[in-house]
């Protein structure tokens, strides 16, 4: 009887495992297909719910961003996460994109709880920023 508590034991656990496993390489496998339907800049690989946050210093983004422009140009991509964003570095590539392509860089990234805040009434928010800039 012990043996069988034990054998059950061990095949949920074992099972535990080879579905996690198999959701993380489900996963893998999912961001690599939207990435290819994407027609997005070159950059380095992201890892499943990651993304590139492995190859980015949080303490000193700029500076890692710096080092992957070196390897990948200009323009690349990295992910924060499920978040994609393009990177673009220096102030010639900058420059061309907001003179000659602002349609497609032109516009801001949506805020969330901004969105919520004025659905319901349609009036405007103001936001204060406080601190040292």
């Not at 339907?37 to 983004?61: H, Q, R, T």
């Not at 420059?95 to 349609?122: V, Y």
């Amino acid at each position: 009887m012990a043996m069988v508590k034990i054998l059950l034991q061990y095949l949920s656990t074992s099972f535990l495992l080879s579905l996690a496993g198999g959701l993380v390489v489900l996963m893998y496998f999912l961001t690599r297909s939207k990435k290819s339907i994407c027609s997005l800049p070159p950059g380095p690989p992201p890892l499943p719910l990651i993304g590139n946050l492995n190859v980015v210093d949080l303490k000193k983004p700029f500076q890692s961003l710096t080092e992957l422009s070196e390897k990948y140009g200009s323009i690349f991509t990295v992910y924060f996460g499920p978040r994609k964003a393009v990177v673009l570095a220096g102030y010639e590539t900058v420059k061309d994109a907001l003179l000659n392509h602002a349609e497609e860089f032109g516009e801001r990234a949506e805020i969330p709880i901004f969105r919520k805040i004025i659905h319901g009434n349609g009036k405007q928010a103001f936001v204060l920023f406080f601190g040292l800039f």
